[in-house]
T-cell receptor, first 114, second 113 residues
Framework: GAGVSQSPSNKVTEKGKDVELRCDPI?????LYWYRQSLGQGLEFLIY????????KSGLPSDRFSAERTGGSVSTLTIQRTQQEDSAVYLC????????????FGEGSRLTVL | DAKTTQPTSMDCAEGRAANLPCNHS???????VYWYRQIHSQGPQYIIH???NNETNEMASLIITEDRKSSTLILPHATLRDTAVYYC??????????????FGSGTQLTVLP
């Protein structure tokens, strides 16, 4: 597709279960970002991938969170042993690269942990 | 990245220009000013960015003061669909590295009929 695609759009899970969220960036975009947004809050940076460089994981809130990007394209954000405070919208964005330019955001994956 | 300060909320009449201010008094020479908006339940949308000069595109104009310590986003003819949270972001860019956009609280713009 033309835009950033995220799946699932909605995910309800039980506390303690693992979840995987997927992001398909725009073709050719070398930079990929994950953010999360809790209800009524601003966007919180999680992780950033740029080409073959080591990812910037400085925003991951705990070791239960991890992300990978395979082949420089699709990315998966994994949350292990989910907690209720993990409930949020997880947003993925991609951009052409490092230099000035816009980030294109997906519509997000809404995660609800019961 | 430099911190930004925006009003929490603003109203604007439909058809009028919406002028959204942003203070970034600690901005450095390598930092760009970006504006994004987020319509309810959607992902953020890029609007415009600039370094020193004023910029205009099909969505908006960005006016940056000469000392770069503040800027104004102008929506020339606001419509109801422009109701959103508007984020002013300062981002460091260099050829060798980039940092993620750091979103603050933004300004809730409400366009009134």
């Amino acid at each position: 597709g033309a835009g950033v695609s995220q799946s699932p759009s909605n995910k309800v899970t039980e506390k303690g279960k693992d979840v995987e969220l997927r992001c398909d960036p725009i073709s050719g975009h070398t930079a990929l970002y994950w953010y999360r947004q809790s209800l009524g809050q601003g966007l919180e940076f999680l992780i950033y991938f740029q080409g073959n460089s080591a990812p910037d994981k400085s925003g991951l809130p705990s070791d239960r969170f991890s992300a990978e990007r395979t082949g420089g394209s699709v990315s998966t954000l994994t949350i292990q042993r989910t907690q209720q405070e993990d409930s949020a919208v997880y947003l993925c964005a991609s951009s052409l690269g490092v230099m000035p330019g816009e980030l294109f955001f997906g519509e997000g994956s809404r995660l609800t942990v019961l | 990245d430099a911190k930004t300060t925006q009003p929490t909320s603003m109203d604007c009449a439909e058809g009028r220009a919406a002028n959204l201010p942003c203070n970034h008094s600690t901005i450095s020479g390598n930092e760009y000013v970006y504006w994004y908006r987020q319509i309810h339940s959607q992902g953020p949308q890029y609007i415009i960015h600039g370094l020193k000069n004023n910029e205009t595109n099909e969505m908006a104009s960005l006016i940056i003061t000469e000392d770069r310590k503040s800027s104004t986003l102008i929506l020339p003819h606001a419509t109801l669909r422009d109701t959103a949270v508007y984020y002013c972001i300062v981002r460091f860019i260099s050829s060798g590295s980039a940092r993620q956009l750091t979103f603050g609280s933004g300004t809730q713009l409400t366009v009134l009929p």
